[in-house]
């Protein structure tokens, strides 16, 4: 089983990134699939899951500019996100099945 984050970089505030998260190892599309983040000296949140029929929910801190999706073709799933701040400033972690992935490192920051 692997999950395995992309997308993550330094962007300004009020700007976009889309986080990646390739799966492999299990049947993707059976599973619901969570996105975390950690920002340093925080405990890890839960942002945003997607269940396998496809229901979505969202940390209240970002509703509203970040979207879940998953396309399960490809076995992966994506977080649009929009509108970004510096509190959204963290390591990204997709989770599914039992397994976490290794983080991709979003910085928002002028």
């Known amino acids: 089983v692997q999950l395995v984050e992309s997308g ?11 986080l990646s998260c390739a799966a492999s190892g ?6 619901d699939m969570r996105w975390y983040r950690q920002a340093p000296g925080k405990e890890r ?13 969202y940390a209240d ?7 879940i999706s998953r396309d399960n073709a490809k076995n992966t799933m994506y977080l649009r996100m929009n ?6 400033t963290a390591v990204y972690y997709c989770y ?15």
């Open 8 to 18: 993550g970089g330094l962007v300004q505030p009020g700007g976009s990134l889309r």
């Open 26 to 31: 299990f049947t993707f599309r059976l599973y």
């Open 45 to 57: 949140e839960l942002v945003a899951i997607i269940t396998s029929s496809g229901d979505r929910d």
């Open 61 to 67: 801190s970002v509703k509203g500019r970040f979207t």
């Open 83 to 88: 509108s970004l701040k510096p509190e959204d």
């Open 96 to 110: 599914g099945f039992v397994a976490w992935g290794r983080g991709t490192q979003v910085t928002v920051s002028s």
